[in-house]
């Protein structure tokens, strides 16, 4: 039996799920960065015009 | 007004408990914390670079096991992982139970996602391991039914912590529940001697013993070693995340915020 595409998916299918599991919260970060400038932005605004 | 009685002043001087103190405050973690990750992920990175390659081109193959025994070097230290995160967890819960320490609280929730990717790597791993040793993918084993277990413990706390809108009441629920699965590490752990099973037994012993040739062996430690780094870096990135999320009012999010850090 060619042992190849069992060391091969176990590697590749651990790289992805790791890859994801340390990506997914950058990925939130910069969402919730985004919001939190968006937030200041507006109320920012909002002081400079009452 | 009561008089602080010396021992407790002793105490609230001492650098060690000042300094956990300090921690305690989100700002002050989320700076202190933000130092480190960058220096996790680079020992983390070089430790895989050196394991893998050793693994892959150095180690020879097993005399039983074929090359199939290489998915070891991912799936051992996966494995070692998964129940370490899970301690870490309990321990947090614990932590955060008693002294309702928000960021503890924090750690202990971050630390489920993670623990949870090591799970599922183990029992992929695992099971394409076993296919051609084995003969099958899957059998209803103690230890690999308990270490599914684990996988479904590790969803629930994941599942309640996001189920409760409250953050604070969601995180004492589901580190309750943390607590009480806390049970099932001990059966992991002994399962392959309480039980006759299908999965080996340990292979390598801290108090020696190890029945595993040293060339093989330290290339799996390296590996072992190098996915502590990946969980601290990843548990601190996904703890900092979760802070500004539940800040996100509060001044020192908005200075990190417009200071682009």
């Known amino acids: 039996m060619d042992h190849t595409p069992f060391i091969v998916g176990s590697y590749a299918i651990g790289a992805i799920v790791l890859l994801w599991t340390a990506v997914a919260p950058l990925i939130k970060k910069k969402a919730i960065v985004r919001d939190i400038a968006r937030l200041i932005q507006i109320e920012e605004r909002n002081d400079s015009n009452p | ?261």
Request: aromatic content about 14%; charged content about 15%.
């Open chain 2, 1 to 261: 007004m009561t008089e602080k009685t010396p021992n407790k002043t002793k105490l609230r001087k001492n650098p060690v408990v000042l300094f956990i103190h300090k921690l305690g405050s989100p700002a002050y973690f989320y700076h202190f914390t933000g130092k480190f990750i960058p220096w996790f992920w680079a020992i983390f990175l070089v430790l895989t670079a050196i394991g893998m390659y050793q693994a892959f081109f150095v180690v020879p193959s097993d005399y039983q096991q074929g090359e199939s025994f290489r998915i070891l070097y991912l799936h051992v230290p996966a494995a070692w992982m998964s129940l370490l995160a899970y301690i870490i967890m309990a321990v947090c819960a614990f932590i955060a139970l008693i002294w309702r320490i928000r960021v503890v609280e924090i750690l202990a929730m971050c630390s489920a996602p993670v623990g949870a990717a090591f799970t599922v790597v183990t029992l992929v791993a695992g099971s394409l391991w076993g296919r051609p040793t084995w003969g099958t993918y899957w059998v209803w084993d103690a230890r690999l039914t308990s270490e599914l277990v684990l996988l479904f413990l590790y969803l629930g706390v994941i599942g309640l912590y996001n189920a409760i809108d409250e953050p604070r009441k969601a995180a004492r629920a589901a580190c309750l529940l943390a607590l009480v699965g806390a049970v099932n590490l001990p059966i992991i752990h002994y399962s392959v001697k309480w039980w006759n099973t299908l999965h080996q037994g340990s292979s390598i012993s801290l108090m020696g013993g190890s029945s595993i040739d040293s060339s093989m062996l330290w290339p799996l430690l390296v590996m072992s070693i190098a996915v502590k780094f990946y969980y601290g870096a990843n548990l601190l990135t996904r703890s900092r995340v979760k802070l500004l999320e539940q800040d996100l009012r509060k001044g020192w999010v908005r200075n990190i915020v417009r200071e682009g850090k």
